[in-house]
């Protein structure tokens, strides 16, 4: 069966540190992933998607990057945090999103100081 | 543009109550439709999803949706919750062959006991 792995589960870091969270997932091939960025109040906010190794499409620009280095790990990173970069974000897959959804990663809570 | 709407922010209700919770979208074409539920500490689950066929489906733990195209809505209910219902609701849409969901802001709901 699929499984999608989030870590860490939560993060406190100072203004101005780089960030690394990485996702990846099990038990499938070529999955679409993406990073969403949970906010109380406003929802989740789709912060990039890949379809493939290397590809990654930005949905708001902001103080964050992704890579794909392998099929099945997503990485999100920043190289200087700022404070409005706390939240909850959430990695997620999918084979075809529009008949299926997406599965969750348990999400990485980031606290930045 | 493409967007979810969800009006109630919070919902309190007491146990046996029956729920309804708006949603509505705005979206070009053909679209799928999602719920998905967040209880306390947990992942984003899969509640029912709506992509053809018969507009009132039917998903876990006794909730139901009803698509209406007229009306760019598709409203989840249940006729009686309990207070394990407790959690946060998202509605999200996708386009047929789309790689994107787009969520809502989501709905805490309270269920007293």
């Known amino acids: 069966s699929q499984t999608i792995h989030q870590w860490p589960a939560t993060l406190v870091q100072p203004v101005g540190s780089p960030l690394s969270l990485e996702c990846t997932v099990e038990?499938?091939?070529?999955?679409?992933l993406y990073w969403y960025r949970q906010a109380a109040g406003r929802g989740l906010q789709l912060l990039f998607y890949?379809?493939?190794?290397?590809?990654i499409s930005s949905e708001v620009p902001q103080n964050l990057s992704a890579s794909r280095p392998q099929d099945r790990q997503f990485i999100l990173s920043s190289k200087k945090l700022l404070l409005s970069d706390s939240g909850f974000y959430l990695c997620?897959?999918?084979?075809?999103?529009?008949?299926?959804?997406?599965?969750f990663g348990s999400g990485t809570r980031l606290t930045v100081v | 543009a493409q967007s979810v709407s969800q009006h109630n922010h919070h919902v309190i209700l007491s146990e046996a109550a029956s729920l309804e919770l708006g949603c509505n979208y705005s979206?070009?074409?053909?679209?799928?439709l999602f719920w998905y539920v967040q209880y306390p500490g947990q992942h984003l689950q899969l509640l029912l999803k709506?992509?053809?066929?018969?507009?009132l489906v039917k998903g876990i733990k006794g909730f139901e949706a009803e698509f209406i195209k007229s009306k760019f809505s598709f409203n989840l209910r249940k006729p009686s919750v309990q207070w394990s219902d407790t959690a946060e609701y998202f509605c999200?849409?996708?386009?047929?062959?789309?790689?994107?969901?787009?969520f809502g802001s989501g709905t805490r709901l309270l269920v007293r006991p």
């Open positions: 997620a897959w999918s084979v075809q999103p529009s008949r299926s959804g997406y599965t």
């Open positions: 038990g499938t091939s070529n999955p679409n």
């Open positions: 890949s379809v493939g190794i290397g590809q």
């Open positions: 979206y070009g074409g053909t679209v799928n």
């Open positions: 709506y992509f053809s066929g018969d507009p």
């Open positions: 999200a849409v996708s386009g047929d062959s789309s790689y994107k969901l787009i």
